[in-house]
């Protein structure tokens, strides 16, 4: 796939990851770039870096909360639309971490994440005179093992894996061109990862020293590899594929069967 004179959103795209992922889509030659984030403004020393990566591609922002679905919904299908025309690409990046309150995780990691795929499907479809395209969802490794002292998190991530592998199959891609891909990065260089006070990231209380312990052990890579990572998955990725960036390397995971492979569905 050439990224060239395509459109692209990026949910969460003023967060460490998604800022990355938003270079790295213009520098492959986007066109018009359009971030979403809970952050009010975009100031103009991010927007001159994001306009340095591609000084012809078009930049827009507005300020978008991903727990407020009916906004979310109007921001996509009318102001999204109106400039972009077509979403060509849609990534989800947006995420939070504070096991202290699970309402808010699930909100924003899980239910947030599954209303906007479905509103974005629903413009990028076939069937809705959409162009098709892909929705990248960024999870975690969280979302393939058990990552300890962090069981909301944990789940909700793993949550978005079944969900979106789920919705990767022929007969998805066949009905609404849209093709659904993960990526699951590992530890990485963001403000939440190295912030001082991580109470509320752990569980339980005494779990902040194991937990504190654990994390100075794992290795962390930039930001910008999981922005690599949606390129080649973009570039090379199959519908319902699993990616993993961590420690600054970048593979395809092999999962179990799924629908696509699995022959009894012939017989369902």
């Not at 975690?140 to 079944?162: D, M, Q, R």
């Not at 090379?236 to 699995?262: F, H, Y």
């Amino acid at each position: 796939m050439s990224l060239k004179n395509k459109t692209a959103v990026v949910l969460g795209g003023l967060g460490g990851i998604g800022f990355q992922i938003g270079k790295h889509l213009l520098r492959n030659g986007i066109s018009k770039l359009f971030i979403l984030d809970v952050v009010p403004n975009l100031d103009g020393e991010k927007r001159a870096e994001l306009q340095s990566c591609n000084v012809e591609g078009v930049i827009y922002y507005e300020q978008c909360d991903i727990t407020k679905k009916d906004l979310l919904g109007k921001m996509l299908r009318t102001t999204v639309v109106k400039k972009l025309h077509f979403i060509d690409i849609f990534v989800n990046s947006a995420g939070t971490i504070n096991e202290q309150n699970p309402e808010e995780v699930i909100a924003v990691n899980l239910t947030g994440v599954i209303n906007s795929s479905l509103i974005a499907l629903e413009v990028m479809s076939l069937e809705n005179s959409g162009l098709g395209g892909y929705i990248i969802n960024i999870a975690s490794t969280a979302g393939l093992e058990p990552f300890p002292y962090c069981s909301v998190y944990t789940a909700t991530k793993h949550a978005i894996v079944g969900f979106t592998r789920s919705l990767g199959i022929d007969t998805v891609l066949v009905k609404t061109g849209v093709k659904f891909i993960t990526i699951c990065p590992g530890a990485t260089e963001t403000t939440l990862f190295r912030q001082t006070h991580l109470g509320s990231v752990f569980l339980l209380p005494w779990m902040e020293e194991p937990g504190r312990q654990m994390m100075r052990q794992i290795p962390v890579q930039s930001p910008s590899t999981v922005g690599e990572c949606v390129i080649r998955a973009l570039v090379e990725g199959e519908t319902g594929s699993v990616w993993v960036c961590a420690g600054g390397k970048i593979e395809r995971m092999s999962l179990p069967l799924s629908w696509n492979q699995c022959n009894c569905i012939k017989d369902c």
